[in-house]
T-cell receptor, first 111, second 114 residues
């Protein structure tokens, strides 16, 4: 399985944008880039995913590098409720069957 | 309804007990998953069911026995567990098993083995 590398932790302030990086230098052409987050005492929650183009939804934006070896999850205006562990995951053709979590980034939001 | 419901929320069992964890979804999803999560660690994939058939077993010990009686229901039968099996057990579902599908997770069952 292609691996991802994320910083262990990041800190930001409320109402400011947050950019969460993910490196995936061994990504294959058919791997989707998925982001999930896990709030305290809850199961993981889908955030966003993409293949080649940048993606936006109501929760976040996903910026994918042209060579696809890295991506960035963007929270446009962080709130205290965005404090969570964020996981960047690659999914191949077999898809959701092999959703394997890495260590993730623990995001702290300061009021 | 975009919910995955897991019961019970908490379970305490002895090493000689037999218990079951239950997971239910009514989204018409055809893929269902069990994950195990130890404290401060990421979830680890245990089993995957696709169209009610077991498609992936990540070398899980036989004291964990999954069952998918129908497309909406997933069980995890527990027998002769060890204290190190204490963890949060998460269930998830997805429409299908494709790379562009997203998973919906339940809130988990917190299991303590004494």
């Amino acid at each position: 399985d292609a691996k991802t590398t994320q910083p262990n932790s990041m800190e930001s302030n409320e109402e400011e944008p947050v950019h969460l990086p993910c490196n995936h230098s061994t990504i294959s052409g058919t791997d989707y880039i998925h982001w999930y987050r896990q709030l305290p005492s809850q199961g993981p929650e889908y955030v966003i995913h993409g293949l080649t183009s940048n993606v936006n939804n109501r929760m976040a934006s996903l910026a994918i590098a042209e060579d696809r070896k890295s991506s960035t999850l963007i929270l446009h205006r962080a709130t205290l409720r965005d404090a969570a562990v964020y996981y960047c995951i690659l999914l191949g053709i077999q898809g959701a069957q092999k959703l394997v979590f890495g260590q993730g980034t623990r995001l702290t939001i300061n009021p | 309804d975009t919910e995955v419901t897991q019961t019970p929320k908490h379970l305490v069992m002895g090493m000689t007990n037999k218990k079951s964890l239950k997971c239910e979804q009514h989204m018409g999803h055809r893929a269902m998953y069990w994950y195990k999560q130890k404290a401060k660690k990421p979830p680890e994939l245990m089993f995957v069911y696709s169209y009610e058939k077991l498609s992936i077993n990540e070398s899980v010990p036989s004291r964990f026995s999954p069952e998918c009686p129908n497309s909406s229901l997933l069980n995890l039968h527990l027998h002769a567990l060890q204290p190190e099996d204490s963890a949060l057990y998460l269930c998830a579902s997805s429409q299908d098993a494709q790379g562009d599908e997203k998973l919906f997770f339940g809130s988990g069952t917190q299991l303590s083995v004494l």
